[in-house]
């Protein structure tokens, strides 16, 4: 068994070894097209914790997003469809609230805005085939 002596406090050697202070370190920069992307999975993960099954299988487009960053503040915009019926004011505060949190908690960047635009109501399986007398 070997030991390596531990150098004293006062000596360079120990300095080295101290962590730097977080404001010296630097920054992480993120990609607006990375921020985009966990924009957009968000809002599928939304959108299946709401109906209980994957957008895709409802013939749902899968979301898309664009970012704006600036300054340590994001401002997303999202693209998506909904399933038929729905309560689209519910079903957007729903998409909009996890959308902001989990941008917010996965990037660090803080949200300040959320846009949907809906592009299409989606009917469920079997409405298609129905019929009004």
Known sequence: MTTQPVPPLDTPAH????????AERGATVIPDKVVARIAARAAREALTGRT?????RLGLAPPRATVAVSSGAARLQLSLDLPYPVDIAEASRLVQNHVGERVAQLTGLRVTEVTLTIQHLVPSSGL?????H
């Not at 209980?52 to 895709?56: I, K, V, Y």
């Not at 298609?128 to 009004?132: A, K, P, S, T």
Request: no cysteine; proline share 17%.
């Open 15 to 22: 300095a080295a070894r101290l962590p730097v202070p977080a």
């Open 52 to 56: 209980g099954t994957a957008p895709a």
């Open 128 to 132: 298609e085939h129905r019929r009004v």
